[in-house]
Each structure stands twice: as structure tokens, then as C-alpha cells.
């Protein structure tokens, strides 16, 4: 196996996450991938503004509350939320005509900052935050009925009296202020509504758990799925905790990604028509990381970077796997794995379309093995996807794609085994040039090997209307025989120089013409022929290599 010198890197970089691009920084070293969310001047994504405004309602403001907030641009309707054109945007319980507002008693003029709250039916919550003297009400707020949303808590400021109350958060709908409702308020009027308040504001809130995800921070943490990558900081993942300054710090929203056995590929699920994009599938299929580039060159050199490191732990890989089968004694494990790599595999579907698919290929001392998930276990490696002898396997083309997107990206070669249901073909795409060389030099190394193994292969037929056997043995040629009273009994014997002429029919027949006086020999099979002529054309590209004229 080739030696990969383990590649290491660092930058900027643009994580999809929830169908939104995120900003992180990314850092290459021998065995993982680290993206850490990218600080915007000394703060975190999405804290800056944040903390200037945490900063302002602390040192006041009129009527001690604001929004910090501009209006929010109008969003996707939200499945619980979304209102027909003819309906209101929310429906939401609304106050009883003429009723007063709720009143509480005045909080002793020595409480920096104190709240209660009640539960009306239907979810709706009572809260009354009382601020301090020197501070606002501490909240952010998103949407307003010209974003066809209701009016949201979007972050809560520590140390200021919405934190401190203990009974608002993230995602609550504020459906009225100190009596006014803002049920159908724009966003301007909502904020107008909490800049009167007054020190002693109180609200009417309702959660809206389907708003979560349009006002919660992204979190590298908790929203990038990927298994086996434990999480930094499990709290990310919580709604309370996220967008709040204190909890953005980017030494906790960050992702480790072990590399092992990932899939690092180029233009495979998601179009790049810029060629900005790197794709990073998890060993299990399950999870795809997209990372963009600020432009070609970049992506190129991440791509490199990453591809690189993952090669380099190949051989850990192939140990592990060697020593799992060896010690399980699986039926076949005596085998050992000589090669298992990620590849791209061509896919038809109806109507002449094409894709590609991630495809785990694994080459042992006799079989070809593709699995859809690495397989970590004995179990797994026994159940692959599909599993051809080396024996009946060729390389049948192996060179750049002429329709590829960019040129280069489509490194193509292909494989042809033939089975008892005809000929099985696959066409794959490596993602580096090294790759497609090596790959083309494995299997053509392999096959040959299998036949230096294995030797001879076996199959019954009928000649002339008779049962007979036919043997091909790597080194001794071709024998048909025929048993005769417990014995067999040779009735043609030649080596592999004699062989003019193969063919088969693709049903039953096979075709062997050896020049002698009994002319072409027709032999029914059992079964359809293609394995035995791939075996035997096998046979003797082995036996050309092996004498120097092939190489």
C-alpha cells in the first residue's frame, strides 16, 4: 500500500447547517476534523450585536425596555404558525373584551429585579418582571404580523431582570403588554408597546416550540449530526441556552469529526457549480458534512488536505479489520482484507438518468466486496452488499471521464464479473488521480493473485450427449474427463498454448476450439457460462504477466 504523509490545516470555512451557511473555523491535523464556530470580532456567530445590546439596556433606556433588534426579514411559514390568506396569522387565545389589565402590587423599592408568574388555561402564561433601577427588561424579540409571525423572544440577556425573572424563554410569544395586545402587532409596535412599559411590565406569554428553530443561534454542537463525534458541550443543544452571549463562547460550540473511514468526495450529492464545495460522508452513511470555500483553488486544497489524512489511516484501518476476522474465525475471514476504500458507484435510473453513490469497497485475497456502511463488525463484514470471486472479475476500462462537470472531477473505471445470471458490470469513480492508479493497479494485481491461489476450478457438462468434467488448472491446462465405473477416464488433455479459439452462447454452451483432429468441442453447462470464461481468460492474463509480456 502506498505511504500518505498526514496532511495539516487551518481556516475559514462555511458549514451548511439547517440549510443556512455557518461560518467556522476549521483546523486539519492527523486523525480528526475540527470546526469551532468563527468568532466576528472577539464574539461568536450572531453574539455581537447581542452583547452592544445587553450593554444599552443595562445602562438604560427610555422607558427602561427595547428591542435590539431591527425587524426581522419575513420567514418561511412555520407548520403550526402559518396562516391562509384570508385567516389571522396566529390563532391565539385572545383577551375577553373590557377586561383590565392585570395588576400586581409594586415590588419593594429595594428588589434589583423580581417576577411572578401564573398559568391561565390554554397554555397562556401571566409573568410580571419588575427591572431594576438601573437596567431594561434584558429581552430581545423577533417577527410581527408584516413577517407573518407572532411576536418572539429571541435571546435573554444575563444578569438583567428577564433572566433573573427565571419564567420567560427562548421561542415565548408575547401576546400582550401590561394589557395591550400585540396579538396582530407589527414588529414596530411591539417594541414601541415594551419601551412604555414602565419599570413593573406585564406579560402574557404563550411557547411557540414550532418558532424554536428560526430564533435559536445554529450551534455546531447541536445542530451538525454526526455520529461517533461526542460533543463539547452538550448544553448548546438546549433552547434556553442558546443565543444568550454567556453561552456562545467558541471554545464550546465546536465539532470533532474522526476521519477514519469518512468519505471525502467532490460534486457527488449536492451540485457545485462554482467548485467551492467538499463533501465528508460519516463511515456510516448516515450523516454528510458540506463545507464551501471562499473560492476553487481553497476548496481544492482542503479537499487534498482532508483526502490526504483519511488515506493515511488506511493501514490502521486494515489492521483492525484483519485482527477483528482473524479472531472471530468467520467463515472466510481466514482472507486477509487487502485494500477498503471509499469509491463513487454509478446508478441508472428510469428514464436514462444517472447518479452517483457512495459505495465501501473492500478487496480480500479471493473476493471483491461492496458494502453501502463501513462494517465494524463480524456481522456486517459477513453481510455485504454484493460479493464477486476476484477469479471471475476483470478491470474492463480504467481513465478519466470525458462528461464530467469540471474537468478532472470524474476519474472513472470499471469492473465486469460474470455470474450464473450473466454479466454483473459497475462502473466507479475515484476522486484523485492516485486513487484511480491504484485502484486499477489492486485489482489487476489481485485477480491475478486469486488465480495463483486458487489454481483450478471445476464444473460438470455433457459432450456428445455424455457427462463429462471439465477441469482448467492454472498451470496443467484444460482436462475434459468422464467417470467410468468409480474412476475418470481422460478424454482430452491440453495445455493452455493449444487454446485457438473460446467462446459461449451466454445460456448454457461453451466453446473450446484447441485445433485438434476432434474439431470445436461444444460443452452444455449446467449453468451459464460467463464464470467459467471469465475464469479462464484470468487464468491466462495471470500466466502472459507472470512470463513478462504483460505488464
Known amino acids: 500500500m502506498a505511504v500518505w504523509t498526514r496532511a495539516g490545516k487551518a481556516g475559514p470555512v462555511e458549514v451548511l447547517l439547517r440549510e443556512r451557511w455557518v461560518r467556522a473555523l476549521a483546523e486539519l491535523n492527523g486523525e480528526a476534523l475540527t470546526l469551532t464556530s468563527e468568532p466576528l470580532n472577539g464574539l461568536p456567530n450572531g453574539a455581537e450585536r447581542g452583547r452592544a445590546a445587553a450593554a444599552a439596556a443595562a445602562a438604560g433606556s427610555p422607558g427602561g425596555a427595547r428591542s435590539p433588534e431591527p425587524p426581522s426579514p419575513p420567514l418561511p411559514a412555520l407548520p403550526a404558525l402559518a396562516a391562509s390568506p384570508r385567516s389571522p396569522p396566529l390563532s391565539l387565545p385572545r383577551s375577553s373584551p373590557g377586561r383590565a389589565p392585570c395588576r400586581s402590587p409594586p415590588a419593594s423599592a429595594s428588589a434589583s429585579?423580581?417576577?411572578?408568574?401564573?398559568?391561565?388555561?390554554?397554555?397562556?402564561?401571566?409573568?410580571r418582571v419588575v427591572k431594576a433601577e438601573a437596567g431594561g427588561l434584558g429581552i430581545s424579540?423577533?417577527?410581527?404580523?408584516?413577517?407573518?409571525?407572532?411576536?418572539?423572544?429571541?435571546?435573554i440577556f444575563p444578569g438583567l431582570a428577564a433572566e433573573r425573572c427565571g419564567a420567560l424563554r427562548l421561542g415565548d410569544a408575547i401576546l400582550a403588554v401590561n394589557g395591550i395586545d400585540l396579538r396582530d402587532a407589527t414588529h414596530d409596535q411591539a417594541v414601541q408597546a415594551l419601551k412604555r412599559a414602565g419599570r413593573e411590565v406585564l406579560l402574557e406569554v404563550k411557547y411557540m416550540r414550532e418558532a424554536t428553530p428560526y430564533i435559536k443561534k445554529l450551534s455546531l454542537v447541536s445542530d451538525l449530526p454526526w455520529d461517533g463525534a461526542a460533543p463539547q458541550s452538550p448544553s448548546l443543544s438546549s433552547s434556553e441556552d442558546s443565543?444568550?452571549?454567556?453561552?456562545?463562547?467558541?471554545?464550546?460550540?465546536?465539532?470533532?469529526?474522526?476521519?477514519?473511514?469518512?468519505?471525502?468526495?467532490?460534486?457527488?450529492s449536492m451540485p457545485d457549480l462554482e467548485n467551492r464545495?467538499?463533501?465528508?460522508?460519516?463511515?456510516?452513511?448516515?450523516?454528510?458534512?458540506?463545507?464551501?470555500?471562499?473560492?476553487?483553488?481553497?476548496?481544492?486544497?482542503?479537499?487534498?488536505?482532508?483526502?490526504?489524512?483519511?488515506?493515511?489511516?488506511?493501514?490502521?484501518v486494515l489492521a483492525e479489520l484483519n485482527a477483528m476476522l482473524a479472531a472471530g474465525n468467520t467463515p472466510g475471514s481466514g482472507r486477509e482484507v487487502k485494500h477498503v476504500a471509499w469509491l463513487a458507484e454509478q446508478a441508472r435510473l428510469d428514464g436514462g438518468r444517472q447518479l452517483w453513490r457512495p459505495v465501501l469497497m473492500a478487496m480480500t485475497e479471493k473476493d471483491l466486496l461492496l458494502y453501502d456502511c463501513m462494517p465494524w463488525n463480524r456481522d456486517a463484514w459477513a453481510a455485504p452488499c454484493h460479493s464477486y470471486p476476484l477469479l471471475a472479475t476483470r478491470l474492463v476500462h480504467s481513465g478519466a471521464g470525458q462528461r464530467s462537470p469540471c474537468a478532472g472531477s470524474d476519474l472513472t473505471f470499471a469492473t465486469r464479473t460474470g455470474t450464473r445470471q450473466g454479466i454483473e458490470m459497475h462502473v466507479f469513480r475515484a476522486e484523485t488521480h492516485r486513487d484511480l492508479s491504484s485502484w486499477t493497479r489492486i485489482l489487476v494485481q489481485g485477480c491475478h493473485s486469486a488465480a495463483e491461489l486458487i489454481k483450478e476450478v471445476s464444473?460438470?457438462?455433457?459432450?456428445?450427449?455424455?457427462?463429462?468434467?471439465l477441469q482448467i488448472h492454472y498451470e496443467n491446462g484444460f482436462t475434459i474427463s468422464r467417470e467410468e465405473g468409480g474412476s475418470a477416464s481422460i478424454l482430452f488433455h491440453y495445455p493452455f498454448?493449444?487454446?485457438?479459439?473460446?467462446?459461449?452462447?451466454?445460456?448454457?454452451?461453451?466453446?473450446?476450439d484447441f485445433g485438434g483432429p476432434e474439431g470445436e468441442l461444444t460443452l452444455e453447462l449446467l449453468s451459464c457460462p460467463k464464470p467459467v470464461v471469465f475464469v479462464l481468460h484470468t487464468f491466462l492474463s495471470a500466466k502472459v504477466t507472470r512470463m513478462g509480456l504483460l505488464v
Request: glycine content about 6%; proline content about 7%.
Open 113 to 127: 429585579a423580581s417576577c411572578s408568574s401564573s398559568s391561565p388555561p390554554s397554555g397562556v402564561r401571566r409573568v
Open 243 to 268: 443565543g444568550s452571549p454567556k453561552h456562545c463562547s467558541p471554545a464550546k460550540d465546536r465539532k470533532v469529526i474522526p476521519l477514519k473511514m469518512c468519505y471525502a468526495a467532490r460534486n457527488l
Open 141 to 155: 424579540i423577533k417577527g410581527g404580523r408584516e413577517n407573518r409571525m407572532p411576536v418572539l423572544i429571541s435571546r
Open 459 to 469: 464444473l460438470g457438462g455433457i459432450l456428445n450427449s455424455q457427462e463429462v468434467r
Open 277 to 316: 464545495l467538499i463533501e465528508l460522508h460519516s463511515p456510516d452513511s448516515r450523516n454528510t458534512l458540506i463545507l464551501r470555500c471562499k473560492d476553487s483553488a481553497t476548496a481544492h486544497s482542503w479537499f487534498m488536505a482532508i483526502h490526504t489524512n483519511i488515506m493515511a489511516l488506511l493501514p490502521q
Open 497 to 512: 498454448e493449444r487454446l485457438k479459439m473460446s467462446a459461449d452462447d451466454g445460456i448454457r454452451n461453451l466453446y473450446l
